[in-house]
């Protein structure tokens, strides 16, 4: 066997024969021609068989059976394929293999996923064999960018990786929306945030992030929503609020632009406006304080083209009001400063204002809402008590959490990005249960 390759390696060997294992994802053709649609998981290219070809080189009897193997080859069977690169302008890949000789590894009959519609719950049924599809794996290129683009930012910023856990006994955001499990005889939750914990990492090690699965039980079906994500949080001391929003967009930016130069091939097959991902790159974001952006909703309310339900200052957002919102910008969109009302115990307040926290939700343009939770935190330790008893939590439950304002309190913000959003925004995409492998929503455990 020749030297094996990818097909992404292809263009590096024009004029050489080479061999590729491969899985067959379509094929046609007529007579003495096949033409096989080769997928490896780093592209997809075209091989074309030649019948004479094979009966010169492996005898009448032998190359007719050779070819007739290949002729029959069902959708996703697994080959090895040898064969000569050639350039072809024709195809978007540019490239096109010369077929010499083929090796079935594992035939494929009556695969489930053919050319023709099927339902949205039929494929997500079958998404372990969906994710072969060119979509779908040009999506999940686009989150495999965004996540190398992470690290990338996080280690040129000087930030330390922080795992928290995902076992814990209390909730990061006064939600009743959690998992609960039996640990031992005592109850505890599946994570909704890495935050709470960063925060300790935070006064040990400064800058610090984490990057794992999270769990939310809303039992909310919007296109928006899983019951499990990925969540990056970062926590970092002696920056302002102000400080923290340049530091979201600087880390933003890079995702976008990791992706436009490791994955632009996903968004051409995705067919996403790179001119426009180009331009969030290159504008500054928008920053809008909440009673502005309120001012704003209710001003324009009776548009023509606007569809969301009157608000009130003091009232938070639905989907549609932050989709116009980060629509009239055009760009990404801090709203900043919330009411305290409705916003997490641990938010900083508004200096001269106790009814407005110091936090900032960046919402994403073309309607895909927001991709950033950030604020800044209390420091006070009787100030932060006085909180968790005015929720009525447990004190009990975060003890260990008030001690961090006991013993040498500094400034300190943070921010968390919901994966999937940010995988849905970029690629273009409507629904965010393609954005993960294998989506968990309410209604779907399985496969």
């Known amino acids: 066997m020749e030297k094996l390759i990818t097909i992404a390696q292809v263009p590096e060997h024009v004029g050489e024969s080479v061999t590729i294992g491969a899985w067959v994802a379509d094929k046609s053709g007529k ?5 096989l ?3 490896d998981g780093t592209a997809f290219f075209q091989a074309v068989v030649f019948k004479p070809n094979f009966l010169e080189k492996f005898g009448e009897d032998a190359g007719a059976v050779k070819f007739d193997e290949i002729k029959h080859l069902g959708q996703e069977s697994s080959v ?31 695969y489930p996923i053919t050319p023709k519609d099927h339902g949205t719950d039929f494929l997500m049924d079958h998404r372990h064999l969906w994710l072969r599809s060119r979509r779908q794996q040009a999506i999940q290129q686009v989150r495999n960018a965004l996540i190398y683009a992470s690290y990338d930012f996080f280690r040129d910023n000087g930030f330390v990786k922080f795992d928290s856990p995902i076992l814990v006994g209390n909730s990061a955001e006064n939600t009743t929306d959690l998992f609960e499990t039996d640990y031992f005889g005592q109850p505890a939750f599946l994570s909704q945030s890495g935050q709470l914990y960063l925060e ?17 039980a809303e039992k ?4 928006r929503h899983l019951t499990e994500f990925w969540m990056m949080d970062a926590e970092y001391p002696f920056l302002s609020h102000e400080e923290s929003m340049d530091l979201q967009e600087a880390y933003v930016k890079t995702l976008i632009q990791g992706v436009l130069d490791n994955a632009r091939p996903a968004l051409e097959m995705l067919e996403r406006d790179t001119a426009l991902l180009e331009k ?37 957002f639905g989907s549609p009001h932050e989709t116009w919102i980060s629509k ?23 200096p001269d204002d106790s009814t407005r926290v110091l936090c900032a939700d960046l919402l994403a343009p073309e309607g895909y809402g927001e991709i950033i939770g950030g604020s800044e935190r209390e420091t006070d330790y009787d100030k932060l008590l006085a909180k968790v008893k005015e929720w009525q939590l447990k004190e009990e439950d975060y003890d260990w959490y008030l001690d961090l304002r006991k013993y040498g309190s500094v400034p300190h913000c943070g921010f968390g990005l919901g994966l999937e959003r940010m995988v849905t925004f970029v690629s ?3 629904h965010i249960r393609e954005a993960i492998p294998f989506p968990r929503m309410l209604h779907r455990i399985k496969p």
Do not use: W
Request: proline residues 5%.
């Open 31 to 35: 007579g003495k021609l096949q033409f």
């Open 37 to 39: 649609q080769l997928r």
């Open 80 to 110: 090895y394929v040898t064969g000569t690169v050639k350039s072809d302008e024709r195809s978007k890949f540019g490239y096109e293999l010369d077929v010499e000789d083929l090796t079935v590894i594992s035939a494929s009959e009556d």
């Open 200 to 216: 300790a990492g935070a006064m040990a090690l400064g800058r610090v992030y984490d990057f794992g699965p999270v769990f939310r």
């Open 220 to 223: 909310s079906k919007t296109r």
């Open 280 to 316: 969030y790159v290159a504008t500054p974001f928008k920053r809008i304080p909440y009673d502005e952006a309120i001012d704003l909703l209710q001003a324009h309310e009776n548009d023509d083209d606007t569809d969301y339900e009157h608000v009130e200052h003091g009232d938070d």
């Open 328 to 350: 009239h910008y055009g760009v990404p969109t801090f709203v900043v400063n919330y009411p305290a009302s409705f916003k997490a115990f641990y938010m900083k307040p508004v």
């Open 428 to 430: 273009g995409i409507e």
